[in-house]
């Protein structure tokens, strides 16, 4: 099972970004989807996570500014990013519960990671 990660990049402050994260491999079930970060220096925080069913929740700090979503089809998140702030710039990891076709047993995956640098 792979998690590829995508969209991370220089945006300018106010710009906006849309990250996306693939699920691949021989996967019978994906369950609780997420979206963390790492800035240098600091720890990796959780920002977004939705469930299976689609309910989410955002840290206070992106409220009202980074959406989650997920499009179980394409066994895919995504988190829409308004409104950045150079407080944003981080290393942007997307994890998700997965379970595998094969042996039916559930891990946790992490994808490699996508840079957002919000600076002018």
């Known amino acids: 099972v792979q998690l590829q990660a995508s969209g991370g990049g220089l945006v300018q402050p106010g710009g906006s970004l849309r990250l996306s994260c693939a699920a691949s491999g021989s996967i019978l079930a994906i369950y609780g989807m997420g979206w963390y970060r790492q800035a240098p220096g600091k720890q990796r925080e959780l920002v977004a996570s939705i469930s299976s069913g689609s309910l989410t929740s955002h840290v206070d700090s992106v409220k009202g500014r980074f959406t989650i979503s997920r499009d179980n089809a394409k066994n895919t998140v995504y988190l829409q990013m308004n409104s950045l702030k150079p407080e944003d710039t981080a290393v942007y990891y997307c994890?998700?519960?997965?379970?595998?076709?094969?042996?039916?047993?559930?891990?946790?995956?992490w994808g490699q990671g996508t840079l957002v640098t919000v600076s002018s």
């Open positions: 994890n998700a519960e997965i379970q595998l076709m094969r042996t039916w047993s559930i891990s946790n995956y």
